[in-house]
């Protein structure tokens, strides 16, 4: 039934466990990059137990036309993981088994379970014929011998729900349809050239390191829209100015069978903006002239782009139709746009090259072109002192692109931050609202899944399995993903759920009170080795706050690993220590005894930077005579011995 088909698919942060991404054919633009693996090797089951159940290397000779019968594997391409059966059961489904990732993504950990065996679903076919694109399929894991299959009945599908749509290894048959999105060889003769799935970023010609990107305010969910503020705009795309993630784009292909196809003049794609997971698009709205003159006659008469404002803004997947968010490059003033009914069947033509090519961006209904007017002056700003941006039937030279390929990092990073930023903001929205939402089960383990991951994404590299130049290649790379995170306001966002979750965490769940140690955790990952970080929350306010944390019956260790961060990466911190401040790490030393990260928290106030700090230690000096209990008492003793 087309009505039940859905897309084998997986978030791959936050959650482990595959799902089923609705039907394409639907109004909603599905998003293939979730959706997407890649075969990464082909043999006979026989082979398969030959050669150690281990991934073979490519050089080996792996094959390269799929055959009925043989085991595959497949990794998915957002996570670079392997696609496996996992050890866990679902709740409705004690004979089944969840289907996920690896935790590593190295071929160490490949097994039985990696493996599936392709059998075919039609009688038309039998084992040991080519697989072609498009065929039914049956997916059998080699480790249980299950058929890969969904978890719900055909009648009761809901594309909305991701939980109950998982997908298991179970004993119902399920038929998969195999279908090609792009071909390797073909995309590695072609080096250089964008590709559909390519994340990049449009340069202004003529504006230097502009680039199109979407205002903050646009990308800030907790700010209701405002119509005086554009979408849409020319920024600065460096990492300083913040707008780094703000500037990425995900070419998305329209038209074409091969949705990673090559990238050629006229052809049609759509532009998914990375951190917010919206479509750039146009919208249409109608001029209306109050003080006209103009007989209504010739009102009818006259073009409709007199009577039609085109504006670039940002479209919801709901509103991103073909008609508002198809767009396309030309090399030429003209415009031409070749939008065809009939789909491509072959990759297409290498055409707009990275860095190279000078391209117009067209939207394919309309055929206006999107741009700005370098202007001296400044007219084209509006009041944010924002760079508009136009579009205009006629092109001018100031119109040009050059298409950048994104970095790896910022743009893995804008994804991670969209999907975290949806959990956190809809968490604290339930939790503000008091609904009973906030804590079922599924969404508090949803954002327990996250947090967890993300505490992972920002650990630190170890020294002592590392050489220096790969330690200190990991140490840059996290704090380029700290300051990422900065910037996109995900330490206020993480401060804003800490606080809605600490006023209700004594009368909640234990999944609660892990959720509330697990934001702190979070908040010295993000904030770790960072002085820019730390020097947001280098306030008396904020370590009043923390402060006050210690003496909860909720206290947890991860508080005490924020204090710590703060006095060890910014030590201006310890001019705003007080007395108070001190006395309530002390008590936390009578009431828990010696804990050892306690006792390093009072060495850090001692020194900074290798200088005494004399009025910090002469009160903790003061405050621990009090209790000498905490002390180890020593006298000496006159006493001569002779040794011989």
């Given at each position: 039934?087309?009505m039940?088909?859905?897309?084998?698919a997986?978030?791959?942060?936050?959650s482990?466990?595959c799902h089923l991404q609705?039907?394409?054919?639907s109004?909603e633009?599905?998003d293939l990059?979730?959706?997407?693996?890649?075969l990464?090797?082909a043999?006979s089951?026989?082979?398969m137990?030959?050669?150690?159940?281990?991934?073979r290397d490519?050089?080996?000779g792996?094959r390269?036309i799929l055959?009925?019968?043989?085991?595959v594997?497949?990794r998915?391409?957002s996570t670079?993981?392997?696609?496996?059966?996992?050890p866990t059961?679902?709740?409705?489904d004690?004979l089944?088994?969840?289907i996920?990732?690896?935790?590593?993504?190295?071929?160490s950990s490949v097994?039985?379970?990696?493996w599936?065996q392709?059998?075919p679903?039609s009688?038309q076919r039998?084992e040991?014929?080519?697989?072609?694109?498009g065929?039914?399929?049956f997916l059998?894991?080699?480790?249980?011998?299950?058929?890969l299959?969904?978890?719900f009945?055909?009648?009761?599908?809901d594309?909305a729900?991701a939980?109950k749509?998982?997908?298991?290894?179970?004993?119902?048959?399920?038929?998969?349809?195999?279908h090609?999105?792009?071909?390797?060889?073909?995309k590695e003769?072609?080096?250089?050239?964008v590709?559909?799935g390519?994340t990049v970023?449009l340069?202004?010609?003529?504006?230097?390191?502009?680039?199109?990107?979407?205002?903050?305010?646009?990308?800030d969910?907790s700010i209701?829209?405002?119509?005086?503020?554009p979408?849409?705009c020319?920024e600065?795309?460096?990492q300083?100015?913040?707008s780094?993630?703000?500037?990425?784009?995900r070419v998305?292909?329209?038209k074409?069978?091969?949705?990673?196809?090559?990238?050629?003049?006229?052809?049609?794609?759509?532009?998914?903006h990375?951190?917010t997971?919206?479509?750039?698009?146009?919208?249409?709205?109608?001029?209306?002239?109050?003080?006209?003159t103009?007989?209504?006659?010739?009102?009818?008469?006259?073009?409709?782009s007199?009577?039609e404002?085109?504006t670039v803004a940002?479209?919801?997947p709901s509103e991103a139709?073909?008609d508002a968010?198809?767009?396309?490059?030309s090399?030429?003033?003209?415009?031409?746009v070749?939008?065809?009914?009939?789909?491509?069947?072959?990759?297409?033509?290498?055409?707009v090259?990275?860095?190279d090519s000078?391209v117009?961006?067209?939207?394919?209904?309309s055929?206006r072109?999107?741009?700005?007017?370098?202007?001296?002056?400044?007219?084209?700003?509006?009041?944010?002192?924002?760079k508009?941006v136009?579009m205009?039937?006629?092109?001018?030279?100031?119109?040009?692109f050059t298409?950048?390929r994104?970095a790896?990092?910022?743009?893995k990073?804008?994804?991670?931050?969209?999907l975290?930023?949806?959990?956190?903001?809809?968490?604290?929205h339930?939790?503000?609202?008091?609904?009973?939402?906030c804590?079922s089960?599924y969404?508090?383990d949803?954002?327990?899944?996250?947090?967890?991951?993300?505490?992972?994404?920002?650990?630190?590299?170890?020294?002592?399995?590392?050489s220096?130049d790969?330690?200190?290649?990991?140490?840059?790379v996290?704090?380029?993903?700290?300051h990422?995170?900065?910037k996109?306001g995900?330490l206020?966002?993480t401060?804003a759920?800490i606080?809605e979750?600490?006023k209700?965490c004594?009368l909640?769940?234990e999944?609660t009170?892990?959720i509330?140690?697990?934001?702190?955790?979070?908040?010295?990952?993000?904030?770790?080795r960072n002085?820019?970080?730390c020097?947001?929350?280098?306030?008396?306010?904020w370590?009043?706050?923390f402060?006050k944390?210690?003496?909860?019956?909720?206290?947890?260790?991860?508080?005490?690993?924020v204090?710590q961060?703060?006095l060890?990466?910014?030590?201006?911190?310890?001019?705003?220590?007080?007395?108070d401040?001190?006395?309530?790490?002390?008590r936390?030393l009578?009431?828990?005894g010696?804990?050892?990260k306690?006792?390093?928290?009072?060495?850090?106030?001692?020194?900074?930077?290798?200088?005494?700090?004399?009025?910090?230690?002469?009160?903790i000096?003061?405050?621990?005579l009090t209790c000498?209990?905490?002390?180890l008492?020593t006298?000496?003793h006159?006493c001569?011995?002779?040794?011989h």
């Open positions: 039934d087309a039940t088909r859905g897309y084998l997986a978030e791959g942060f936050g482990q466990v609705l039907d394409p054919r109004k633009p599905y990059w979730k959706c997407t693996f890649q990464e090797d043999l089951v026989h082979a137990y030959t050669q150690g159940l281990k991934s490519k050089k080996q792996s390269k055959i009925y019968g043989h085991a594997l497949l998915h391409i670079k993981k392997l696609l496996r059966c996992l059961s679902p709740s409705t004690k089944a088994y969840n996920g990732f690896t935790d590593q993504p190295d071929k097994d039985e379970s990696c599936f392709v059998h679903a009688k039998s040991g014929e080519k697989v072609r694109a065929d039914d399929v059998v894991n080699i480790a249980n011998e299950r058929f299959s969904s978890s009945p055909a009648a009761e599908f594309p729900s939980a749509n998982t997908v298991l290894a179970s004993f119902v048959q399920c038929m998969w349809a195999l090609i999105v792009c071909s390797g060889s073909a003769e072609a080096i250089g050239y590709n559909g390519d970023r340069l202004h010609r003529h504006r230097g390191e502009d680039c199109l990107a979407v205002t903050a305010r646009s990308c969910r209701r829209a405002d119509r005086t503020t979408d849409v020319y600065p795309g460096d300083e100015s913040g780094l993630l703000r500037s990425l784009w998305e292909l329209l074409m069978r091969f949705g990673w196809g090559f990238t050629s003049w006229g052809q049609w794609f759509r532009l998914r990375v951190a997971g919206k479509f750039l698009g146009v919208k249409v709205t109608s001029r209306i002239s109050v003080a006209s103009t007989p209504p006659s010739s009102l009818v008469t006259e073009g409709r007199n009577r404002r085109h940002l479209l919801d139709t073909m968010s198809a767009f396309c490059f090399n030429s003033q003209n415009g031409h070749s939008g065809s009914d009939v789909k491509e069947d072959s990759m297409g033509t290498p055409q090259k990275f860095g000078e117009y961006l067209v939207h394919c209904l055929g072109f999107v741009g700005s007017i370098v202007s001296e002056r400044g007219r084209h700003r509006n009041l944010q002192g924002l508009k136009l205009q039937e006629e092109p001018h030279k100031s119109f040009v298409v950048t994104a790896e990092e910022p743009a990073a804008a994804a991670i931050i969209q975290s930023e949806d959990i956190m903001r809809s968490y604290v339930k939790m503000v609202l008091k609904t009973s939402d804590s089960p969404l508090q949803k954002l327990l899944c996250i947090l967890s991951d993300l505490i992972h994404y920002f650990r630190m590299p170890q020294p002592q399995f590392l220096h790969e330690y200190q290649q990991q140490l840059c996290l704090t380029e993903r700290q990422l995170f900065q996109q995900m206020v966002l401060l759920v606080e979750t600490g209700i004594r909640c769940n999944t009170q892990s509330h140690h697990k934001l702190y955790a979070l908040l010295a990952a993000m904030i770790r002085h820019n970080n020097r947001e929350f280098a306030t008396c306010e370590l009043t706050v402060i944390q210690l003496s909860m019956p909720t206290f947890t260790h991860d508080v005490l690993e204090i961060c703060l060890t990466d910014s030590p201006e911190v310890l001019n705003i220590i007080t007395e401040h001190i006395k309530a790490i002390v936390l009578i009431t828990n010696r804990d050892a306690v006792m390093k928290l009072l060495s850090s106030l001692c020194v900074c930077q290798g200088v005494a700090m004399r009025d910090k230690q002469r009160l000096y003061h405050h621990l000498r209990d905490l002390l008492q006298s000496l006159d001569v011995r002779c040794l």
